[in-house]
């Protein structure tokens, strides 16, 4: 029988997949979910073996980007880089949670400007916590600030996120033409963003902070990691500016500045290799997975083609319901999937230029309702969970629902300029 005719089955076992994952019952981490979903649509033989292994290797270099990103982050974590930058912030804050939350939040917009949102939510999140045990704070209301942050910045640059690279494909803007078209809705974004999160947290960043903690200089390992850090952001610049896939890049210099540092102290590198997320990997590959299977069901097809009618009668309107309506999926199935089947549509139809920004834009800025929105999300949830800090679904949307639609409507406003 032709897959279209169990699209009924597809997508229930989608969508179990998806609200396994979001909701996390029992404990059962998020990736038992998505894969758990991918295999049950092979065993069953709604989709073949196949296309879920092309699919999963459609991933191969968000893969490798994430593996290059989680192990410079675990080393800076292990060679005490985030210490040092946990007390150096808290010097400069001066005892105002007011202060500490502006620092944090401009360094998190040019973390995931530069280095990518994933980043910020690997590299930040784990100095942020360290800043707030340095400086007796509450760690939440500025831990939520590398979640937010690290979608809200996502469209600045094209390597701000890899689900730009996703959408666009082969036909992403050169860098003019694109800073042309999103540095109005980036700025309109990350306003309203800092502005709604301040004022929802203003409260808990009003309680005093220490005001001095002890100083430690900067070990070699760790100034070797800094450097190590700077130089992957100057590459990823590179490889974005030659269009190159960002993956391998990253993954080989989070191998070579491990492979420097472990040989450099003659230490094994299984301890920075052992503390990876490694889940990450297959959740995102059973994401990939239970896409395809949609995708076959000819849902993407038909939403490629009403979206083209609409934006050649209404391009405004199309572009509007565009953003909104790709906002929503990416919190119901997660950006990166999504990202997918929107630049699917774009390389389906003829899709004006606008409308495709607009989707941009709900794939990246969307995410920011639900915990398990963006693959950013995920990993800063892997990444507090090991600090011991735990954010519910309920409490992320509560805090989601305040922060995201004001800052999606002033970037699609922004967009219409």
């Not at 540095?183 to 929802?200: E, H, K």
């Not at 309680?207 to 990691?225: D, E, I, K």
């Not at 405004?316 to 953003?323: C, E, P, R, T, V």
Request: charged content about 10%.
């Amino acid at each position: 029988m032709p897959v279209s005719e169990h699209a009924s089955i597809i997508w229930a076992i989608a969508a179990l997949a998806t609200a396994g994952v979001i909701l996390r019952p029992w404990r059962i981490p998020e990736y038992v979910w998505a894969m758990g979903g991918a295999l049950l649509l092979v065993g069953l033989g709604l989709i073949t073996a196949h296309s879920a292994l092309a699919a999963v290797a459609e991933g191969s270099d968000v893969y490798l980007f994430l593996v290059g990103m989680m192990v410079l982050a675990e080393l800076a974590r292990q060679e005490g880089l985030f210490d040092w930058l946990a007390r150096y912030a808290v010097q400069h804050a001066q005892g105002s949670g007011q202060r500490l939350f502006d620092l944090v939040f401009l360094v998190g917009t040019l973390v995931t400007v530069f280095l990518s949102n994933d980043a910020t939510a690997v590299v930040l999140t784990p100095a942020v916590y360290a800043a707030c045990k340095a400086a007796k704070a509450e760690p939440l209301p500025y831990l939520f600030i590398c979640a937010f942050i690290a979608n809200a910045a996502s469209f600045v640059l094209p390597i701000s996120n890899p689900a730009n690279l996703v959408v666009f494909g082969s036909h992403m803007p050169p860098l003019p033409d694109w800073l042309r078209q999103f540095t109005l809705p980036s700025l309109a974004a990350i306003a309203l963003t800092y502005l709604t999160l301040r004022l929802a947290q203003r409260r808990k960043i009003n309680q005093p902070l220490a005001l001095s903690v002890h100083t430690q200089p900067l070990s070699a390992g760790a100034r070797l990691c800094a450097l190590g850090i700077a130089l992957t952001a100057a590459l990823l610049l590179g490889a974005s500016a030659l269009d190159m896939a960002l993956g391998l890049p990253t993954f080989g210099a989070g191998v070579a500045i491990t492979a420097l540092i472990h040989l450099r102290q003659r230490r094994s590198p299984l301890p920075v290799l052992r503390h990876v997320a490694w889940g990450v990997l297959p959740l995102v590959a059973g994401l990939f997975v239970l896409v395809e299977a949609v995708a076959q069901t000819g849902l993407v097809v038909r939403l490629a083609q009403a979206l083209a009618t609409l934006a050649e009668a209404a391009p405004g309107q199309a572009s509007w319901l565009a953003g909104v309506a790709v906002a929503i999926a990416s919190n119901l199935m997660n950006n990166l999937p999504t990202g997918l089947m929107a630049g699917s549509m774009g390389s389906l139809v003829q899709l004006p230029q606008q409308t495709t920004a607009a989707l941009l834009i709900g794939v990246d800025l969307g995410p920011n309702l639900s915990i398990t929105g963006s693959l950013a999300t995920l990993l800063w949830l892997v990444a507090i969970r090991r600090e011991g800090e735990h954010v519910s679904a309920w409490q992320f949307l509560r805090l989601g629902l305040l922060v995201m639609p004001p800052a999606l409507v002033a970037a699609l406003l922004a967009l219409q300029v």
